[in-house]
């Protein structure tokens, strides 16, 4: 068999094995902070405090925040857009439950459209309070394809995985503020 009927096989190969992926996905990491989780709670459930820890505020200066909706918990909105690689799309907190969970209707716009869902849950654990973060989502045909060629749970965790840890260390260095 020759290269040119190996890489029309290969190809075909790859586009019917996305079709078998799953057509959802979900993304999940934790942290124990030592705090409780209303003094968490606060650095989440208001968008303006996201500026100090959140992984991608920092990936694109010229990225322009729009706040808009209540100052804090449900229906607070958050609009974005950059020019770099932040894109641009839109958070709004759908439920916020205190000191125990929140989610995040999560659309992005650019460089490509998905609407996902964000939490964040809050478990007391002694000192300690357990925070997980996860997004979820459809996985549309597209996703399903670059997912074989990009590990998307290893991508975005590596970045929920830096948010948490930054979050942990600011409440953890300032425990008796309730905002940076």
Known sequence: MTIFMLLPISVIAILAFAVTRPNAFRIERSILIQAPPDKI????ND????????PWEKID???QRIYSGTPQGIGTIYDWEGKGKS????????ESRISSEIFIQLDFIKPFKAHNIAEFRLIPEGQYT????????????????MGIFLNIDRTIGKDFEKGLNRLKQIIETHPSSNHI
């Open 41 to 44: 709670f606060y650095f989440i």
């Open 47 to 54: 968008f303006h405090q996201w500026q100090a820890w959140s």
């Open 61 to 63: 200066p010229t990225m």
């Open 87 to 94: 894109g641009a799309g839109r958070m709004e907190i759908t």
């Open 130 to 145: 357990e925070l997980t973060w996860s997004m979820h989502g459809p996985s549309p045909y597209i996703s399903k394809l």
